[in-house]
């Protein structure tokens, strides 16, 4: 029996209306074949758009449903619910874009209507062999894992663990906290960093419902929504967690010394080492690459002196696979490295310091005891705080870093008043980005304590003195735009703000857990405007700056909506898996396995029995790579088979009669012809 | 050719091209009207014999366009499309078909901008090279 097709072409008000002729498009969908109605509407995806729908599908007995309008991925699904609801399978329905691929993107009214025309020929065409599908019910399993163990980490684990389920908090360095644990000062409010994040550090130390892992590392991820298994490896900390007291003793008695991380290079750590006095956890760590006894040398000096005999030299890595639910992947930034903006002198003149060095040098614990010192230790008397190095900078990161004008105020204000206000602080700026709650009421503040801010992008810094009083200081060279001059400014210290960027294992993170990275190098949200937290992986979410960058108030605020949509997932219990998964069929299938080695999910088995390949329908995710090779056409993917794609290339190429001969002929409507010779037919 | 206004049809992948051409839509970028999109998951699903039916039916051009390597949303389909495509490439040589009437590139889904410079750039290279040889050649 021949199929009863309702076609709906949509104005979009005058998105699609104001280029496409939609009535048009309309009349010459009611020729083509099997089309029992076409109709054309405002708003399709409305309520009274919807209604028409269903209307026609219970009062027609339409059993295929066609709806020419905005991108499927907008709205793909209210439509298929809509034809579910009228008691028609969401599969017997085909969506095709008008608007973004035509009206929006097309000069010619008459050539954007063409277009459309062709478009849902084709989907007119292909829908008369789409088959009814049916979607999947799989369980959810209550546990979250968590990577990384930053603020936004941390938030996240918390969230999801106060509401009962279970959580896996994978973080790859020896303590928690991420950067904000190198922090002094936090803006506006000029919080300590330490004393707002290590309630919660603690907290999630003693949360029963998290499980800490650090100095561990996600290794591979298999599964779907729901039901993934992800392999860690824990590596040796060489000290036994359980015996170690915390007493720091080892850390004074090592004699090896190694440049420090965490105090981004100013200063040295031991090879057995924590980052702070405040860590959690506060075990210490020794670092392999660098401790004499694991390299095969002679020392031993730390099991001498513990008093716990808490070091364990022959610990051994150990890899777990833990069955989660979802994933939220928290795991952070990078600060660029200057180094390349030869420009600027870092490494090259001593007093060049990153902004993270310079959160070192205020932290207390820091390399300096909290003191606004120089290299050889006196205080400066002036400093000048570079803006946008890196960000805004077609040849470094076109994008703005967000923290930075911020924080640079808060170097202003911490300048001010530990080396006193008599020192002179200069910033070269762009533009003042304040956008937060207290962040322009804290900018007004900085300036009244005398700062003095300086409109333009610094050349160079340079340590060759043009007069006397340049001697022995670095000078800014830059134009100050705003007095279209030129301008020299001698200091003692000189801060860059360097640009947040994507932490450099990204590209390794993205691929263990399928998700994409963006042009900026962060990883890819779902939707940039509605769906920040999520990603186009079911069941993947990320929080925090591995999104990009944003300061702690964001951070916290991102990672928290990710841990809701990750609950979301827990709380029901159960996830429908899409139904457009690869199937071979038995009787065309030669057993050639081709189609197993290319399987990237593993999801193809042999039937030694049958001597055909068979597709695992739990793993299979439809992407048909199997289908696309397979030479005997035996594997082909539910709702994209062959059948289906032939006719909508059949669809987009057959020729479409000319608005014009409506004109030329009298006014009399042109013979359909062409048109109604589209064929459900296919060549194999 | 004077007024000759080819027909190329693109085989997207659904996660990065189609994206990309959504933005270029949403960003209102301009476009020759002459490719049509049929979307595919992955351009790992892109199998020969769409892109060599699609020329024998009347389209002068195929772009088959997916994420960039390393990015595919199903960790490696785009690197068989690319191994495919080479060979079809050969394939239409052998035929007498223009290797210029297929085209292979990779747009990521924030790159809307180089969606709509693709498409703008192969109509005019077609429309360079006229209508596909195969309307003269075979009986289609």
């Known amino acids: ?684 | 050719m004077e007024n000759f206004e080819p027909t190329i049809v693109a085989f997207v992948c659904n996660w990065c091209t189609y994206t990309a051409a959504d933005l270029a839509g949403t960003s209102r970028l301009v476009q020759s009207p002459n490719v049509r999109l049929i979307r595919m998951m992955c351009t790992g699903m892109v199998d020969p014999k769409y892109v060599i039916k699609a020329l024998l039916s009347g389209a002068d051009a195929v772009l088959v366009s997916g994420c960039h390597p390393g990015d595919c949303h199903y960790i490696n389909g785009n690197y068989k499309a690319r191994r495919r495509i080479k060979l079809v490439k050969e394939i239409l040589t052998q035929f007498g078909i223009d290797e210029r009437r297929l085209k292979l590139t990779w747009i990521g889904a924030s790159d809307g901008i180089e969606f709509a410079e693709t498409v703008n750039e192969l109509v005019n290279e077609i429309k360079e090279l006229g209508p596909c040889e195969a309307r003269e050649m075979m009986v289609v």
């Open chain 1, 1 to 684: 029996m021949a199929n009863k097709i309702g076609v709906y072409v949509c104005h979009c008000g005058t998105n699609i209306a104001g280029k496409v002729d939609p009535p048009a498009v309309a009349a010459h969908a009611a020729t083509l074949k099997n089309v029992a109605v076409a109709r054309d509407y405002k708003f399709m995806c409305s309520d009274p758009g919807q209604e028409m729908i269903i209307k026609d599908i219970r009062e027609m007995g339409l059993d295929r449903v066609v709806v020419a309008s905005c991108s499927p991925r907008l709205h793909e699904k209210t439509f298929q619910k809509a034809c579910a609801r009228a008691g028609l399978n969401p599969y017997l329905f085909q969506m095709t874009c008008i608007r973004e691929h035509c009206s929006w993107v097309t000069k010619d009214p008459d050539e954007a209507t063409e277009k459309a025309k062709h478009l849902v020929g084709a989907a007119v065409n292909r829908v008369n062999w789409h088959d009814e599908l049916h979607e999947r019910v799989a369980p959810v399993l209550p546990d979250v894992m968590v990577v990384g163990a930053g603020i936004a980490g941390i938030q996240a684990s918390l969230d999801i663990a106060r509401s009962g389920h279970r959580v896996h908090l994978v973080e790859k360095g020896p303590s928690i906290g991420g950067h904000m644990a190198q922090f002094d000062k936090t803006f506006p409010t000029l919080d300590c960093a330490a004393c707002i994040s290590t309630p919660k550090m603690v907290a999630v130390a003693q949360e029963p419902n998290i499980s800490l892992m650090t100095n561990a590392e996600v290794q591979e991820v298999t599964g779907f929504v729901g039901n993934y298994t992800a392999t860690v490896l824990k590596k040796p900390r060489y000290v036994d967690a359980v015996k170690c007291t915390g007493c720091g003793l080892c850390l004074e008695k090592c004699p090896t010394k190694v440049p420090s991380a965490f105090e981004e290079g100013l200063t040295t750590r031991r090879a057995i080492y924590r980052n702070s006095p405040q860590s959690v956890p506060n075990t210490p760590i020794i670092d392999p690459d660098h401790c004499r006894v694991l390299n095969g040398k002679k020392c031993g000096v730390c099991e001498k002196f513990c008093p716990a005999g808490a070091i364990d030299y022959e610990q051994k890595p150990e890899t777990v696979d833990i069955d989660v639910g979802s994933i939220v992947l928290c795991t952070g930034y990078d600060a660029m490295d200057p180094t390349p903006m030869g420009q600027y002198g870092f490494g090259r003149y001593d007093d060049v310091y990153t902004a993270l060095q310079f959160e070192r040098m205020n932290n207390a614990v820091g390399p300096t005891g909290g003191r606004i010192v120089k290299k050889d230790g006196t205080p400066p008397e002036s400093v000048a705080i570079l803006h946008c190095v890196g960000s805004r900078d077609k040849n470094y990161h076109e994008y703005c870093s967000r923290v930075c004008c911020m924080y640079a105020l808060k170097y202003d204000h911490l300048i001010k008043d530990k080396v006193g206000h008599h020192s002179k602080v200069f910033n070269f700026y762009i533009d003042l980005r304040c956008f937060g709650k207290g962040y322009e009421e804290f900018l007004r503040r900085v300036q009244e304590e005398g700062v003095t801010f300086i409109r333009g992008r610094p050349a160079e810094i340079t340590d060759r003195a043009q007069c006397p009083s340049e001697e022995g200081k670095l000078i800014v060279v830059a134009e100050d735009t705003l007095l279209s001059r030129m301008v020299r400014v001698p200091v003692d210290m000189v801060i860059l703000c360097t640009a947040m960027e994507a932490r450099k294992d990204l590209p390794e993170v993205a691929r263990v857990f399928g998700v994409a990275q963006g042009q900026d190098g962060f990883l890819l949200e779902e939707h940039p405007k509605l769906g920040p937290v999520s990603t186009s992986t079911d069941g993947v979410f990320i929080g925090g700056t591995c999104q990009g960058p944003k300061d702690i108030p964001d951070a916290v605020s991102h990672a928290s909506g990710a841990a809701a949509q990750s609950l979301a997932l827990a709380a029901r219990g159960e996830v429908t898996i899409s139904p457009t998964t690869s199937w071979i069929d038995p009787d065309v299938c030669i057993g050639c396995k081709v189609c197993i080695g290319l399987c990237p999910y593993s999801a193809i088995e042999f039937d030694e029995l049958r001597q055909v390949s068979v597709i695992n329908e739990a793993m299979c995710k439809g992407c048909g790579s199997c289908a696309g090779h397979c030479p005997s056409g035996a594997a082909q993917v539910h709702h994209f088979n062959q059948r289906q794609v032939f006719a909508e290339l059949d669809g987009l190429l057959k020729v479409v009669p000319r608005v014009k001969e409506k004109d030329e002929e009298a006014g009399t409507p042109p013979a359909p012809a062409e048109a109604a010779e589209v064929e459900a037919e296919v060549t194999a």
